[in-house]
């Protein structure tokens, strides 16, 4: 069995190096709530290194709250955003004659289009000419996932390796003391269940479906490279390649 590991790179933490070995895609941050040429260069560069897959990662336009807090703005303003920052991406791919493998929003975005199907619908409009050659990541049973596929377009689904779920298969907010999962036994058994099962245990204990063969650790964790290491290992063990 063959599954994918993914992490959002390219913020500012510095670390991909010691990530890289143990994923098979990543989401790169460009210039919504984090990047720029520099940061975004230096990440592709090691992403061929490791042959990573690599993703766009764009966001609202907000580095001050990490492009984790929905922004009221028009439809006008957000295309011109998600524009500014795909574009960016492409324009530095086409630079190391790279090919985009996919597309994750980040943050609040990501979160909003799960839920709220006008938004679901904006973003695909802005970026269904970006995702022609390309997959869009998305959540399970989610807005964003109905329209994307109405629209022809690729999708892979990802579930979230480090993250506890509420019982719609939204994530706990992660102002939660239990919203991140830290123990990699934990994160192990997280996964498993996903993969083996496609089931998902909520916070409040009850099991619940989900499907996904893309799975996301979060790079800025404290421990996400230990995380990496005992996941990948013990997968393997169990006959779970991490392949991309």
Known sequence: MYI?????????????????PYISSCNIACGGHFGDVKSID??????????VKIGAHPSFSDFKNFGRKVLQI???????SLDFQLELFLERMANFNQKIHHIKPHGALYNLIAKDRG???KFISITKKYLKDCFL??????????VALENHIK?????????NYNTNLTLVARAAK?????????VLNHVLNMVT???????SGEEKNIKASTFCVHGDHKNSVEILKYLTSQLKIKGIQVAN
């Open 74 to 80: 028009s439809e006008q303003e957000l295309k011109a």
């Open 42 to 51: 230096k990440t592709i560069q090691l992403a061929v290194k490791n042959n």
């Open 119 to 121: 938004e679901a619908e």
């Open 4 to 20: 994918d590991i993914n992490c959002d790179v390219g913020e500012g933490i510095a670390n991909e190096y010691l990530l890289f």
């Open 178 to 186: 239990n919203a991140i999962i830290e123990e990699p036994k934990d």
């Open 137 to 146: 990541y998305v959540p399970y049973n989610s807005e964003i996932e109905k």
């Open 197 to 203: 099962n496609k089931k998902v245990i909520s916070i």
């Open 155 to 163: 999708i892979k689904y990802e579930a979230f390796a480090d993250r």
